[in-house]
Each structure stands twice: as structure tokens, then as C-alpha cells.
Nanobody, 128 residues
Framework: QLQLVESGGGLVQPGGSLRLSCAASGFSLDYYAIGWFRQAPGKEREGVSCISTSGGTTNYKDSVKGRFTISRDSAKNTVYLQMHSLKPEDTAIYYC?????????????????????WGQGTQVTVSS
């Protein structure tokens, strides 16, 4: 049983911060690269960030680079997405997923086709 549960979403003002959590149930995240994705109404689900199994490699969508930080905590079997300086365009449902791999090369970008198992999502709304 591979289950991912996102939490930490909510309503925040522009410029604010949120930390999303992706907790695994029934398996160890140590064996998987993890990606964060988001989907706004009427838009395709897009890759936001990913982290390798060891945590040594990360990748970020250009529009969130410098504002978001992905990390993992093996002891808690959880992956996080720390979001700062949030903008209205960050509003979306955020999903975590196990992925095939995470590349740190800037010409590579995470895509939903890389996902193998999805969480249920958590809503992030950035509005004044």
C-alpha cells in the first residue's frame, strides 16, 4: 500500500508563507524521488519541484526558484515544500507524488508524466 497525504495548505496573503507536507503511509519514502505539482482551475498539472531519494538533488520550476524549498525528513517519512513570498499565481491545488527520478540539470523540468503515485492534494490560496 503506497499512500501519500498532503497537508499544510490554506489561505495566505501575498508575500506570506506556507509549508506543505507530504507524508507517506505504508512505505518508506527513502526509496523514492518525490515531486511537488500544482494545478490551477482550467490549467494543466505542472511540476513545481522535486527531490532525489537522498535529498542531494533538487529541481525547481523557474517561477518558484528562490522562493520555494523542497526537503525531506527520513525520520518522519515526510517531504516538505516550504513556500515564501507567495503570489496570487501560486494559487492551486498542490500534489505530491512519487516520481521516476529527479534531475538537477536546469534544462530538465518535472512533468506529470514522471509521477507514479499521487497524493490527494491540498489547496493553496494566495489572496488579499
Amino acid at each position: 500500500q503506497l499512500q501519500l497525504v498532503e497537508s499544510g495548505g490554506g489561505l495566505v496573503q501575498p508575500g506570506g508563507s506556507l509549508r506543505l507536507s507530504c507524508a507517506a503511509s505504508g512505505f518508506s519514502l527513502d526509496y523514492y524521488a518525490i515531486g511537488w505539482f500544482r494545478q490551477a482551475p482550467g490549467k494543466e498539472r505542472e511540476g513545481v519541484s522535486c527531490i532525489s531519494t537522498s535529498g542531494g538533488t533538487t529541481n525547481y520550476k523557474d517561477s518558484v526558484k528562490g522562493r520555494f524549498t523542497i526537503s525531506r525528513d527520513s525520520a518522519k517519512n515526510t517531504v516538505y515544500l516550504q513556500m515564501h513570498s507567495l503570489k496570487p499565481e501560486d494559487t492551486a491545488i498542490y500534489y505530491c507524488a512519487t516520481i521516476t527520478y529527479c534531475s538537477g540539470y536546469p534544462w530538465w523540468s518535472l512533468d506529470k508524466s514522471d509521477a507514479t503515485s499521487w497524493g490527494q492534494g491540498t489547496q493553496v490560496t494566495v489572496s488579499s
